[in-house]
């Protein structure tokens, strides 16, 4: 009996020995779960840490008995820690104490680094940046590498257009509309941006050059926060912008509201040459157009439960334009002498408006991350248009041509309706993680068209351009990602399909058609040493054409020259490849390659015999793009911030139409230096230099000739950097200028543009109520669908 008593004390000891138990934790602050405190658990042969999720909660595993320390950390609450003797699966309750007096050093303690590279995306750290002090979100992304805006339009260098997003949720309605919206965000919201060249397979498959997405900071402290600011801008005459925001803050609730108006007038200037066989058609077109732009957003966040978190937000906007317009063409003979003018005057007037309704639904399934989130949107687009203009004819001697006036009037509306609703899972476990998700969407579009032409001052129908344009297309997706991690390694590989039927009739033409495609991508990363990073990445996409392109309806600017939609106009597909290498977060090199089928552009047919031009949207490009691009970050020094950028590219483009040049291509390069200098010791004096340089590049079957760009600033910081000013020369040299060429029907065509670049901008923003709310994370499933309504 005593052998037997002895086996069973010395089994048990040896059992306790070998034993693997767990601690669990939940975290508080006065009364609130308190997430990202960073714990770290240390022991005997043990060193481990880990950080708080959003419910307060942590966990550590197979851990030995015996005695050991924890330690918490955070900027609210500073450090603590405890002692705990192990010897069985033990839960643990803690409240921290609020700190903030040490907030400072906490965050220096914690600084990321300005630029990172992230398995499927680059990261610019907007918070590390003095380039976001005291600006809005659109000049911000000017500063990030690879990101071009020129005119408020916002691009990828050697890619061209790009999706742009807010925290996962589309904002881009039309060019006009999304830069207002974005001059409505003061970059003090903005924590980083991503530059997604390559979006993985959670987003959605539309759009061949990828996505840029703007992160705002997070709402974790209660109170409220506003701003309001006021600029002017001067070219060729004033704009005046106002705005403002506010948020709230209070236990489970949280509201948000912005509101931004914008009006003034620009005066863009454009010039084509199309030189005939026998003739050379020169082509001025002197426009001011007046623009008024006010758009509102409201949100309100809820906390349902500890795990459960829904949101309601409603987004609504205008745009009143009108424009006049004068058109002259000189008609040049084969000997260079004037042999006749034409002249048009025009004057057109647009009001346009959308309201967008959202909601979302977060739900967490456990304290490991696992969630799911749901959400749903609404958005309604009305457009109305109206141009009147008339064509008069002039001999060369500039004598009027009798009985040459005629009088029209083009109107035009337009009315889309968009629903979507999208579920999104994602299972982390520790091996790997698994996300996926399905999204479902209904458009429906509806143009009506007229065309008339003034008799006996009574405004006459056309009736063989009268069209009634509707176009309905449902699209369903589902998709799937995987992603693992090494101490070397990081992996991620998705599937996403999407299968869309989609219906478009006009008066004279329909055209049905059903399509399932499978969008694949893959991202690896290998970290060689702490300095050295590599990336691949590979991804296929496909481009949707915006709704007014499928239209059918000609558009005339006088009897020669019209515009028309091509209802059979079909997507185009991409496939694109990435190498990259980082040293130190400094300098990267990036490979790329892409290859685009079916792509589509407008092509302006000509004709030598009629003098017509016809411009068309078609499918008829298969497009081969190599790019090496090389970044040099320098973010150390205390008194300048500055992001270099070289970019050399080969483009070839082939056709399919015999208009056109069978083939053309050509290298190009760009360059690019943004420099933040800092002048005082306090930090709240900034001068800018920025400067780009296009050099001459094909882009599709166009030839595009140089333009470059020199940007001034100066910025300063008062009221305890409360009150916010700056001055801003966009410009200088008035050398951004859109110039290129092409060859239709070997005709020649060139085109010189320049859309009143050249501004002197004062803006002045302040900040009040509590500095440390950020505005909480939004997110919405019609990404895609929303852009091709412009």
Same mark, same amino acid.
């Given at each position: 009996m005593?052998?037997?008593f ?6 048990s000891?040896?059992?306790k020995a ?33 950080q ?13 008995p ?22 069985a699966?033990?839960?643990i ?31 610019y750290?907007a918070?590390n940046?003095v380039a ?15 990101v ?12 061209g ?8 949720k589309?904002i881009q ?12 965000i ?6 980083k941006?991503?530059?997604i060249?390559?979006?993985?397979a959670r987003?959605d ?6 996505l ?6 997070r ?16 070219a ?37 040459d ?9 082509v001025?077109?002197k426009?001011?157009?007046?623009r ?11 906390q ?19 424009s ?8 040049f ?5 004037i042999?006749s ?7 057109a ?5 959308f ?17 799911l ?14 141009r ?16 040459s ?8 509306n ?8 999208k ?17 479902i ?24 351009q ?25 992996f ?10 989609? @219906?478009? !009739?006009?008066? %004279?033409?329909?055209?049905?058609? *059903?399509?399932?495609?499978? +969008?694949?991508?893959? /991202?690896? $990363?290998?970290?060689l ?33 019209y ?14 490849i990435e190498?990259?290498?980082t ?25 030598a ?38 970019d050399v590219?080969? @483009?070839? !483009?082939?056709? %399919?139409?015999?208009q056109?040049v *069978?083939?053309?291509?050509? +290298?190009?390069?760009? /360059?690019? $230096?943004?420099n933040?200098f800092?002048?005082?010791?306090k ?6 230099v ?82 440390k ?9 019609n990404?895609?669908e ?5």
């Open positions: 005593h052998k037997i002895a086996f069973i004390f010395f089994f000891i040896a059992f070998k034993a693997q138990f767990k601690i669990a934790g939940e975290l508080s602050l006065n009364g609130k779960n308190v997430a990202e405190v960073t714990i770290k658990l240390t022991g005997d042969k043990t060193n481990k840490i880990t708080s999720d959003t419910l307060g909660r942590y966990i550590f595993k197979n851990l030995a015996g005695n050991y320390t924890i330690d918490f950390s955070s900027i609210q609450t500073g450090k603590s820690k405890i002692s705990v003797l192990l010897q699966d033990t839960l309750k803690t409240t921290l104490e609020l700190v903030s007096n040490n907030l400072q050093e906490v965050q220096v303690n914690s600084r990321k680094q300005l630029i990172e590279r992230k398995v499927d995306r680059i990261v750290n918070e940046s976001a002090i005291g600006t809005d979100a659109l000049e911000l992304l000017t500063k990030v590498p690879g071009r805006v020129m005119n408020d339009r916002i691009s990828l260098v050697g890619k257009a790009v999706n742009v997003m807010v925290n996962d589309l309605l039309s060019e006009d509309e999304l830069s207002n919206y974005l001059k409505s003061s970059s003090d919201n903005v924590a941006v991503e530059v060249t390559n979006p993985p987003y498959a539309q759009g061949n050059n990828g840029i997405n703007i992160v705002l900071k709402n974790n402290t209660e109170g409220f926060k506003g701003s309001v600011n006021m600029s002017y801008f001067q060729t005459y004033p704009t005046f912008a106002t705005g403002g925001n506010l948020s709230f803050k209070k236990d489970k609730l949280t509201l948000f509201s912005n509101f931004n108006i914008r009006k003034g007038s620009l005066v863009p200037f454009e010039q084509s199309v030189f005939y066989p026998l003739q050379t058609w020169n001025v077109n426009d001011r157009n007046f008024t732009v006010p758009s509102i957003q409201i949100g309100v966040d809820y349902i439960t500890k795990k459960t978190t829904a949101g309601v937000s409603y987004n609504g906007g205008l745009t009143d334009f009108h006049i317009e004068n058109i002259k063409t000189t008609i003979n084969s000997a260079g002498s042999d003018f034409l002249n048009s005057d025009a004057n007037k647009i009001k346009s408006n309201n967008t309704v959202g909601f979302y639904l977060k739900h967490n399934l456990d304290s490991a991350g696992k969630q989130m749901i959400t749903g949107d609404w958005f309604k687009y009305t457009d109305n248009r109206n009147f203009f008339n064509n008069t004819s002039y001999a060369g001697n500039g004598l009027y041509i009798a009985n006036l005629a009088e029209y009037l083009s109107e035009s337009q009315n889309i309706n968009l629903y979507t609703l579920a999104d899972v994602d299972f982390p476990y520790k091996a790997f993680n698994i996300a996926f998700g399905a999204k969407s209904f458009i429906q579009n509806q143009s009506g068209l007229a065309f008339y032409k003034k008799l006996d001052n009574v405004y006459q129908p056309d009736l063989n009268l069209n009634q344009f509707d176009y309905n297309e449902n699209t369903q997706a589902l998709y799937l990602n995987l992603n693992k991690k090494t101490k070397k390694f990081d991620q590989f998705g599937l996403r399909g999407e299968y869309t039927q989609l @219906n478009g !009739s006009s008066a %004279n033409q329909n055209n049905n058609s *059903r399509y399932f495609q499978l +969008f694949p991508t893959g /991202f690896i $990363t290998y970290k040493s702490e300095s050295s990073l590599f990336t691949a990445s590979y991804g296929r996409r496909i481009n949707r054409p915006a709704y007014r392109k499928l239209n059918p309806f000609r558009w005339y600017s006088n009897q020669f020259v515009a028309e939609g091509n209802p059979f106009l079909q997507p185009s597909y991409s496939n694109n190498l990259s290498h040293y130190k977060d400094v300098f990267t090199t990036t490979l790329s390659f892409n290859k685009i089928t079916d792509g589509y552009n407008d092509v302006n047919f000509v004709d015999n009629s003098n017509s031009q016809v411009l068309k949207p078609v499918n008829f490009i298969k497009g081969y793009s190599y790019q090496m691009s090389n970044s040099i970050v320098l973010n150390n020094l205390k008194w300048l911030q500055s992001i270099n950028q070289v590219f080969y @483009n070839l !483009s082939q056709s %399919n139409i015999p056109t *069978r083939d053309l291509s050509g +290298f190009g390069a760009y /360059f690019s $230096t943004s933040q800092t002048i005082n010791k930090k709240t004096f900034f001068t800018d920025n400067f780009w340089y296009q050099f001459p590049a094909v882009d599709g079957l166009n030839k595009n000739r140089s333009q470059y760009n020199l940007d001034l600033g100066l910025k300063a910081l008062l009221l305890d950097k409360k009150l916010q000013c700056a001055i801003n020369f966009t410009d200088v040299f008035k050398t951004n200028k859109f110039r290129y060429s092409s060859l239709i029907n070997n005709i020649l065509q060139t085109y010189n543009n320049y859309y009143d670049n050249q501004q002197l901008r004062l803006s002045v923003r302040y900040n009040f109520g509590n500095q709310i950020k505005q909480a994370e939004r997110k919405a499933g990404e895609e929303r852009r091709r309504s412009n």
